[in-house]
């Protein structure tokens, strides 16, 4: 969907940060993706993570849980992995 009067761009669905080889991503310890990454029209130009969760009793917890979503985020944001090489 177009939406011109939106402050965001959404600029891929499901990223997973690339990496050149298996020694690059193994050093880098980053497995994560997010649902959505979206970045904002106007300056300074600000990154969203977007997470979209369903209902029901793994939501919390589990391999795709929003625990492990925060842990993704938080490693994410720690190592620098939107630009690590």
């Not at 880098?28 to 970045?39: K, S």
């Not at 600000?46 to 929003?66: D, H, P, Q, V």
Request: hydrophobic share 35%; aromatic share 12%.
């Amino acid at each position: 969907m177009n939406n011109r009067n939106s402050n965001w761009f959404c600029i891929d669905v499901e990223y997973v940060k690339a990496f050149q080889n298996k020694k690059e991503k193994d050093k880098a310890d980053f497995n994560g993706r997010f649902d959505i990454i979206a970045i904002s029209k106007k300056k300074p130009h600000k990154i969203a993570l977007i997470e979209l969760k369903k209902y029901g009793n793994r939501t919390i917890g589990g391999n795709s849980g929003i625990y492990k979503h925060v842990e993704d985020f938080a490693k994410f944001y720690e190592k620098n992995i939107l630009i690590a090489t």
